[in-house]
């Protein structure tokens, strides 16, 4: 048996009916999780200390004595914290727990170079500063943001109450610049539901938050992500580039 761990924000409704929903497609594979106080996005110190590492850690070790297989955080904060975030929560997971890591952010960036993707466009639900600060992070990796849509939301609770109609639509207005990918970022939006439609609507690969943070811990410790098609078909196909597996 295959026990995928998942660090999940507080306030989170999305991510784990869908990752377990994924996981039952998947042979015997299950899902579990671990939650730390996560309520608000936003860039004051306030909001940026939800994502101290000390609690993350703590919630982590909570799933090693489930002994899963891998401890992933399912959320999207190294993309405005930046990338060393990630890489050090990873590192301090595997430290204090002897569990891998993987986490969605290091899993994004890992599917966007499989892909060889210079262009992304970019649908969250976050406010103005945050999705700009998103923007120029990315950026600083040679990523240029060919269209974007933001729903300028600040309360985590409310990303899930964002109808998927609504997140289609704006799916397919960003495929309309033809980017070499589209990244739904944030794992409380329900876009994992719509992704193989837009992707067969428009052709251009759609990597959605929670699928990345289930394709990531699933290659981490070597498993077949082919499962994942039903949520990612491009995704699926990918492979993991394994320099970009990170290990303590």
Same mark, same amino acid.
């Given at each position: 048996?295959?026990?995928?761990?998942?660090?999940?924000?507080?306030?989170?409704?999305?991510?784990?009916?869908?990752?377990?929903?994924?996981?039952?497609?998947?042979?015997?594979?299950?899902?579990?999780?671990?939650?730390?106080?996560?309520?608000?996005?936003?860039?004051?110190?306030?909001?940026?200390?939800?994502?101290?590492?000390?609690?993350?850690?703590?919630?982590?070790?909570?799933?090693? &004595? @489930?002994?899963?297989?891998?401890?992933?955080?399912?959320?999207?904060?190294?993309?405005?914290?930046?990338? &060393?975030?990630?890489?050090?929560?990873?590192?301090?997971?595997?430290?204090?727990?002897?569990?891998?890591?993987?986490?969605?952010?290091?899993?994004?960036?890992?599917?966007? =170079?499989?892909?060889?993707?210079?262009?992304?466009?970019?649908?969250?639900?976050?406010?103005?500063?945050?999705?700009?600060?998103?923007?120029?992070?990315?950026?600083?990796?040679?990523?240029?943001?060919?269209?974007?849509?933001?729903? %300028?939301?600040?309360?985590?609770?409310?990303?899930?109450?964002?109808?998927?109609?609504?997140?289609?639509?704006?799916?397919?207005?960003?495929?309309?610049?033809?980017?070499?990918?589209?990244?739904?970022?944030?794992?409380?939006?329900?876009?994992?539901?719509?992704? =193989? %439609?837009?992707?067969? =609507?428009?052709?251009?690969?759609?990597? &959605?938050?929670?699928?990345?943070?289930?394709?990531?811990?699933? @290659?981490?410790?070597?498993?077949?992500?082919?499962?994942?098609?039903?949520? %990612?078909?491009?995704?699926?196909?990918? &492979?993991?580039?394994?320099?970009?597996?990170?290990?303590?």
């Amino acid at each position: 048996m295959i026990r995928l761990g998942m660090l999940t924000p507080s306030s989170n409704t999305v991510l784990e009916p869908v990752c377990a929903e994924m996981a039952a497609a998947l042979p015997e594979t299950s899902v579990h999780f671990s939650r730390f106080t996560v309520k608000r996005i936003a860039l004051d110190d306030t909001a940026l200390g939800q994502f101290d590492t000390g609690p993350m850690v703590e919630a982590a070790k909570l799933l090693a &004595d @489930a002994k899963v297989d891998v401890i992933a955080w399912n959320g999207t904060s190294a993309s405005w914290l930046g990338l &060393d975030s990630d890489k050090a929560l990873v590192a301090q997971i595997e430290r204090e727990t002897g569990v891998p890591a993987s986490t969605c952010v290091l899993a994004m960036m890992a599917a966007l =170079k499989a892909l060889g993707a210079k262009t992304y466009a970019l649908v969250t639900p976050y406010s103005d500063d945050v999705q700009e600060k998103i923007v120029n992070n990315l950026k600083g990796h040679g990523l240029k943001c060919a269209a974007e849509v933001h729903f %300028g939301i600040e309360d985590n609770f409310s990303f899930g109450t964002v109808p998927q109609d609504r997140i289609a639509t704006a799916l397919e207005e960003v495929s309309a610049a033809k980017p070499d990918a589209v990244i739904t970022l944030c794992t409380n939006l329900a876009g994992a539901p719509v992704t =193989k %439609g837009i992707e067969a =609507k428009t052709g251009v690969p759609i990597l &959605d938050s929670v699928t990345l943070t289930m394709w990531g811990a699933l @290659a981490r410790i070597g498993q077949p992500i082919n499962g994942l098609a039903p949520w %990612g078909p491009k995704l699926a196909d990918l &492979d993991y580039p394994s320099d970009e597996l990170v290990s303590a």
